[in-house]
């Protein structure tokens, strides 16, 4: 018998047996009282606390669980990092490990450049790119994640039918287990999968109905008519134009000057990223209520049947052959990264747009009542009511996000298992791999890595908490 | 006035005006919404859809919707066959089976005349389907038949239950006794019992992923469902939860017990716990997901011992040994969500609305 | 009621030098009571002078700082709540929201570990004796607050108990049912003759259903007494403005030999028992000044403001020197502001404190 062994035995007995018969001794219980009887023997170890040390006594006795599973279960292993890292060899036996002082982290910092992981040891390697690749993916995820779980709350949060519905909808793969979703992700993306398959299908349609005679011409007008109905739509309200409308128009124009590349009429190339500005600039410009906005738009529609009459309809939608992507393994292309971030958004979105909508339901509506009185522009409202008074539930949702995405490990090790080669390796894989994936695993290397883990994380939170220093709550 | 900022500041409820007409703001708000909710089911759904076709269909990756499978005779001495539809020059149609190798043309013969082999051009052949639901994806590795004995579903089905319902049931007690304590009594040393766990709050799991792996090791507990099921019991996000809720219970409540004689475990298990009950199935629904779900931590205490392994560690190791057999794994998968999704369908409204309101991850 | 058999008795209740403290602040300062068995004791005071401390003292739902507690003769201090024999009704009422009336009364008996066809009938007799049976089925939440009084003081009732306590029982009802409830628990207690303490802030509440008040500020009993006495001979001038309503007029002036001079110009013989010299305050109730509606009278006032409430007139006037009087006339009179009026003072209806508060005996 082991001494935990003993020690279970032990407790079970006193607990059980002797619980059992203190309280047969000071208490009847009648037969329909066993229920009872078993409720006040659970709570042995309190209702024995009462009678020996009074009132006084129980809060230790109901915290004593709870604080022996985080003694042993958090504080302890937090503290045995520091002394595992200090050690060396295989051996799962805390006496039986080798003092080997600084030599793990010696290892993770032996780089002849410390910006190229390829110039570290091994272990430094490992460490290095899981760092840099987690870092580069907490960088693009956290601000990605946060922006769609506000906007998905403002809009869930919206006088819409069935509100209800959409907020489930959004929770729901928040209750998916990450294998569930590896698999689900997996079948989709597979080379041959539903994604390859409708993307292939729309572009050889595309090609097809762009090979038509006529086409650009049809399309002309089509575009035409839909660019004037919208611009009349955005400037048909007296009190400046509108902003929804806009926003659309805004849109088209983008994608227009994308398929005319009038940059390249000067040899440059670039024409997407001026189409954004060109529509965010018409944007801004209509919900600040700027001056000149309704001039912007007019100018932005004239310059638009320009560069409609530019376009030529059938080369822009002639797409030729889809050749299929092998979305999670082929290596350079960023795809695997990318889906990694899109599956980690779409399965934890719809958690923290939960937290965004209770904060911003908490907002009193009469303060937007008060400020339509005032003639707020909607657009200032939100500037000025929504987002100040959402900060503290954003700083919060910024952190619990910023948390999670470093300690991203199960998406990864399902999804491309940190390939392809070690595009997506994140340093929570490494600690797993180096520890316990490993013929000959190094539990002093990884617990070193932890530490190096939990303070960057320290730091990453601290700065964000200091950033949003005014707003947080926390 | 701009309605795409009306929509961004306002707040629920806001304007009975707005149900008058849809303006462009309802259209871009309701297609943010329809996009975003295909997003989230399709692949959920092409899952389920695919899941149910039989295994030439997945592994000829089928884009249709229906579960479409070919047909296959026992033809008289020559075996079981697929059956083809051969469409003649005239338009007449006839069904057939291969008779020889699939070539540019292919010997076939007619199933009711098996002896009459006629060649005729591959592309006047197409498959005789019927439309019928792969039965056998789900049943094969549940009952262990056609060779499937890898997957040891009630195993893991019995370990993930277990797991989840004698880990929910312990994070329930245990944090319930502690919230009780910091809510409802004054003693010595609360204030450091509380900064205590919200210490434990701010670390993350896997960085003590290692250390914890030894403490595991040294209680013997290490390779046993125990092992996952005790060290995230008590849950810090648990404690202020329900400490939270327990802090709105009139402290007047406990005193009329204690005049009434109860002791106070009875005050906590009559009163106490009645009670909190909305918050204690908040922290139990977020319990049984952390639970149900949970990955890293029982791959690393269990995947010596098939015998312990969780529905989560199967379906991993049953993907990773038949790479090639989607239909099963794709069956398998749909069998893991279900529970959840039918916990989520049932309890939808309370569950999104109960963690808004009180629960923080 | 028999005096002498008291005597032989223990009193139900006795404090001695109770004190308590809550980390450095001090709450109570020494209390000293005796409560007899089937009296009606109300602890009246502001809020903030100890009165719901000290029945939560009795009560056992806090432990004394120093001092005793005996029931019957015994000491209590280390006996918990629930063993002392008491039953408190509560404030918010403290009903277990997720229980059913019935539960409600049945838990304590319960957890007596009672026989159940004990508690039946315990739970019947309460329940008839004050008309909640139709409710036993409902939980608290679907009663009024007139209803969910009667279940808190019926599961004060069911445990049968030595004490009742009552904390400001009545503070949540509306007026109304304020005074109809106000009887009822003075009905309860000519019916069980068990010792009641009832703590208020509400003097009238006090004045009605005690049979003797303890008058309570900052930790330290003022003054004990039956609800006349103390009304008619208060100790000092905080118990006499704490009882009656309008508050009792207070008059300063100086006092030598026994003619007092106020500042408002009055200037009386007072029986004083000690003549002597210093300041003083006068004080009379309102209901005791008399009004003279042809402007003759001992003094000369100018009506500031007035409530004709119909059976009663209060008048709210001024001295000459500011000092303001009100006075509570038993009819209705025709009055106008700024009007002069003549009030007489009788030298009977005097009370008289000295300059450390402390009523001054009168010869009569």
Not at chain 1, 21 to 42: A, E, N, S, V
Not at chain 2, 12 to 38: C, K, M, W
Not at chain 3, 86 to 110: I, R, W
Request: charged content about 15%; glycine content about 8%; proline content about 5%.
């Amino acid at each position: 018998m082991t001494p935990a062994g003993f020690t279970v035995a032990f407790a079970a007995l006193f607990w059980g047996l002797g619980g059992a018969i203190w309280l047969l001794m000071r208490r009847r219980y009648t037969l329909r009282q066993i229920p009872q009887f078993f409720m006040d023997l659970l709570g042995f170890p309190v209702e024995l606390a009462q009678s020996l040390f009074g009132r006084a006594g129980v809060p230790y006795a109901l915290l004593l669980p709870n604080m022996l599973i985080f003694g042993f279960f958090t504080f302890l292993p937090m503290i045995l990092n520091f002394y595992v890292s200090f050690t060396g060899g295989a051996s799962i036996s805390l006496f039986d490990r080798p003092w080997v002082g600084l030599e793990k982290y010696a290892d993770i910092f032996t780089c002849e450049n410390y910006l190229s992981p390829k110039s570290c040891s091994n272990p430094g390697y490992n460490f290095w790119t899981g760092m840099f690749n987690t870092l580069w993916f907490v960088l693009i995820q956290v601000p990605i994640l946060c922006v769609a779980a506000l906007v998905t709350a403002l809009v869930v949060n919206q006088n819409i039918r069935g509100r209800g519905f959409w907020r489930a909808m959004f929770f729901y793969p928040v209750m998916l287990s990450p294998v569930v979703i590896a698999n689900i992700w997996n079948w989709v993306l597979h080379r041959k999968g539903a994604l390859n398959a409708s993307v292939g299908e729309a572009r050889d349609a595309m090609t097809g109905l762009a090979g038509l005679s006529g086409f650009d011409m049809v399309a002309t007008v089509i575009f035409a008519v839909i660019l004037l109905v919208v611009s009349e739509r955005s400037l048909r309200s007296n009190d400046g134009p509108s902003g929804s409308w806009t926003a659309v128009f805004g849109v088209l124009i983008a994608m227009l000057v994308y398929w005319s590349q009038p940059l390249s009429l000067i040899g440059l190339p670039g024409s997407g990223w001026l189409g954004l500005a060109l529509a965010g600039g018409l944007y801004w410009s209509v919900s600040t209520g700027q001056s000149f906005a309704r001039m912007a738009i007019i100018g932005a529609g004239i310059l638009a049947v320009i560069m409609l009459l530019m376009i030529q309809f059938d080369a822009v939608f002639s797409f030729g052959r889809y050749r299929p992507i092998n979305w999670l393994v082929t290596p350079n292309t960023g795809w695997p990264f990318f889906w990694l971030v899109f599956v980690f958004c779409w399965s934890h979105m719809g958690f923290y747009m939960l937290i965004l909508l209770a904060g911003l339901q908490a907002i009193p509506s009469d303060l937007y009542e008060a400020a339509k009185m005032d003639a707020t522009k909607p657009f200032r409202a939100f500037y000025r009511i929504t987002l100040p008074l959402i900060m503290p539930t954003l700083t919060v949702v910024l952190v619990l996000s910023l948390i999670r995405s470093f300690q991203i490990f199960d998406e990864v090790y399902l999804l491309t298992g940190g390939g392809p080669g070690r595009e997506t390796f994140m340093v929570v894989q490494n600690i797993y791999e180096v520890a316990f994936a490993n013929d000959h695993p190094d539990y002093g290397q990884a617990a070193a890595g932890s530490i190096l883990m939990a303070i960057v994380i320290a730091v990453f939170t601290f700065f964000q908490l200091w950033l949003t220093r005014r707003q947080s709550d926390l | 006035m701009s309605r795409l900022t009306t929509f961004l500041s306002r707040t629920a409820g806001n304007g009975p005006d707005r149900a008058e007409r849809i303006g462009i703001t309802d259209v871009l708000a309701y297609s943010y919404l329809f996009f975003g909710v295909l997003i989230i089911l399709v692949p959920v759904l092409w899952t389920f859809f695919s899941s149910i076709k039989s295994d030439t269909a997945v592994e000829s990756f089928d884009t249709r919707l229906a579960p479409m499978d070919q047909i296959s005779e026992m033809i008289e001495d020559v075996g079981e066959k697929d059956v083809w539809i051969y469409t003649a020059e005239d338009g007449s149609t006839q069904l057939v089976y291969k008779a020889g190798p699939t070539r540019k043309v292919t010997d076939v013969a007619p199933v009711d005349d098996p002896g009459a082999v006629f060649k005729v051009p591959r592309t006047s052949l197409a498959p005789h389907e019927e439309m019928r639901v792969a039965v056998e994806n789900y049943l094969d590795p549940i009952l262990k038949r056609n060779g499937q004995d890898n997957f040891h579903f009630f195993t893991y089905l019995y370990n993930s239950v277990f797991v989840t319902v004698i880990a929910t049931m312990v994070t329930l007690l245990i944090n319930a006794m502690a919230a009780f304590a910091l809510s409802k009594y004054r003693f010595r040393g609360r204030l450091t019992f509380t900064i205590l766990i919200v210490a434990t709050l701010l670390i993350p799991s896997s960085i003590i992923l290692v250390s914890l792996f030894f403490v595991v090791w040294s209680f013997g507990l290490f390779g046993s469902l125990w092992g996952v099921i005790i060290p995230a019991a008590a849950t810090p996000t648990g404690v202020f939860l329900l400490r939270q809720y327990m802090l709105t219970i009139p402290d007047e409540l406990l005193e009329a017990a204690r005049m009434d004689a109860a002791s106070e475990w009875r005050i906590f298990w009559r009163i106490i716990i009645p009670l909190s009950l909305p918050a204690l199935s908040v922290l139990a629904i977020l319990s049984v997901i952390w639970r149900w779900n949970d990955f890293l931590w029982p791959l690393i205490v269990l995947i010596s011992d098939p015998a312990s392994h969780t529905l989560q560690l199967g379906l991993t190791q049953f993907a990773g040994e038949f790479d090639t057999n989607f239909h099963y794994i794709l069956a398998m998968t749909v069998v893991t969500l279900i529970p959840i999704t039918l916990v989520f369908v049932w309890l939808q409204r309370f569950i999104t609305t109960g963690i808004a309101t009180t629960g923080l991850k | 009621m028999n005096d002498t058999s008291h005597a032989a008795k223990a009193p139900a209740l006795q404090l001695s030098d109770i004190r308590k403290s809550f980390g450095t602040v001090d709450v109570i300062h020494g209390i000293d009571l005796e409560i007899q068995e089937g009296e009606f004791i109300v602890f009246v005071g502001p809020s903030g002078c100890g009165k719901s401390t000290l029945l939560r003292l009795i009560a056992g739902l806090d432990d004394p700082t120093s001092g005793d507690i005996n029931l019957n003769g015994k000491r209590v201090n280390t006996v918990p709540a629930s063993e002392r024999g008491l039953s408190m009704v509560f404030q918010s009422y403290a009903l277990y929201p997720h229980m059913t009336v019935g539960q409600n009364l049945s838990f304590g008996l319960e957890n007596l570990r009672m026989e159940r066809a004990e508690i039946e009938r315990r739970i019947n007799d309460a329940a008839t004796l004050l008309q909640i049976d139709h409710l036993l089925g409902r939980r608290p939440g679907q009663l009024s607050g007139g209803q969910r009084q009667r279940v808190a003081i019926g599961r004060a009732i069911v445990r049968e108990p030595v004490i009742f306590l009552f904390d400001e029982p009545l503070s949540n009802l509306d007026a109304e049912l304020r005074l109809q409830m106000r009887v009822e628990i003075s009905d309860l207690h000519s019916k069980l003759k068990n010792t009641m303490i009832y703590v208020t802030h509400d003097q009238i509440e006090a004045m009605t259903m005690a049979d003797r008040i303890v008058v309570l500020r900052g930790g330290n009993i003022e003054q004990i007494g039956r609800p006349l006495d103390l009304y008619n001979h208060p100790k000092n001038k905080f118990v006499a403005g704490f009882l009656g309503a309008p508050q009792m007029n207070f008059l300063e002036g100086t006092l030598e030999g026994n003619v007092i001079s106020l500042n408002c110009g009055m200037v009386r013989d007072v029986p004083v028992a000690q003549p002597g010299t210093g300041k003083v305050t006068l004080g009379i109730r309102p209901e005791n000044i008399h009004v003279n509606l042809d402007g003759h009278g001992d003094e000369t006032v100018t009506v500031q403001n007035y409530e004709q409430l119909g059976a009663v007139t209060y008048i709210y006037a001024t001295f000459p020197n500011g000092d303001t009087l009100t006075v509570q006339h038993a009819h209705q009179i025709p009055l106008q502001r700024g009007q002069e009026l003549g009030v007489s003072f009788p030298s009977e209806a005097f009370h008289l404190f000295g300059e450390d508060d402390a009523s001054m005996e009168l010869t009569r």
